[in-house]
T-cell receptor, first 118, second 109 residues
Framework: GAGVSQSPSNKVTEKGKDVELRCDPI?????LYWYRQSLGQGLEFLIY????????KSGLPSDRFSAERTGGSVSTLTIQRTQQEDSAVYLC????????????????FGNGTRLTVT | GIQVEQSPPDLILQEGANSTLRCNFS?????LQWFHQNPWGQLINLFY???GTKQNGRLSATTVATERYSLLYISSSQTTDSGVYFC???????????FGSGTRLQVQP
């Protein structure tokens, strides 16, 4: 597809379980972002990947959160031992088409994964 | 980190009216983007505008980087313009975009 793809679109899990959220960025985009949006709130930065550089993990709220990006493409956000406060929409975005000289290019968001921890 | 303030927080318009949304930021930026989040939660990039003025149909945006603000203009508003408008900036010290808290717009028929 042409856009950023996220799966699953909805995830309901019990407190204490681990979850994995997947993001497939736009082909050729080297930058990938994860954000979190709680109900009625703004977007909270979680983690940023750019090419082969070390990821910027400064937004991860706790060590229960981790993310990987394999082969410079697909990314997985893992939340271990989920808590009710983890309930939110998790949004992935990609940017920086190959060949541009500047990394400051527009972000393209996926439709998000709505996570509900019961 | 950089602070991003958007105003007004809420706005109700009649269809056909014009509006101006404002984004103030606390530090120098090399990237500023405006997004629209529709009622279904989908985020759409409206403008990439670290400086200057751009127009796209009924929407236009102006960023005055030296004075640390950006404006989004919506003319002849339509009900489909309803949703939340976010401003996001990247300061020179970070690689990720920082989002403001948004302006929630409701356009009534």
């Amino acid at each position: 597809g042409a856009g950023v793809s996220q799966s699953p679109s909805n995830k309901v899990t019990e407190k204490g379980k681990d979850v994995e959220l997947r993001c497939d960025p736009i082909s050729g985009h080297t930058a990938l972002y994860w954000y979190r949006q709680s109900l009625g709130q703004g977007l909270e930065f979680l983690i940023y990947f750019q090419g082969n550089s070390a990821p910027d993990k400064s937004g991860l709220p706790s060590d229960r959160f981790s993310a990987e990006r394999t082969g410079g493409s697909v990314s997985t956000l893992t939340i271990q031992r989920t808590q009710q406060e983890d309930s939110a929409v998790y949004l992935c975005a990609s940017s920086y088409p190959r060949g541009e000289s500047s990394y400051n290019s527009p972000l393209h968001f996926g439709n998000g994964t709505r996570l509900t921890v019961t | 980190g950089i602070q991003v303030e958007q105003s007004p927080p809420d706005l109700i318009l009649q269809e056909g009216a014009n509006s101006t949304l404002r984004c103030n930021f606390s530090d120098s930026v090399n990237n500023l983007q405006w997004f629209h989040q529709n009622p279904w939660g989908q985020l759409i990039n409206l403008f990439y505008i670290p400086s200057g003025t751009k127009q796209n149909g009924r929407l236009s945006a102006t960023t005055v980087a030296t004075e640390r603000y950006s404006l989004l203009y919506i003319s002849s508003s339509q009900t489909t313009d309803s949703g939340v408008y976010f401003c996001a900036v990247r300061d020179t010290g970070r690689r990720a975009l920082t989002f403001g808290s948004g302006t929630r717009l409701q356009v009534q028929p």
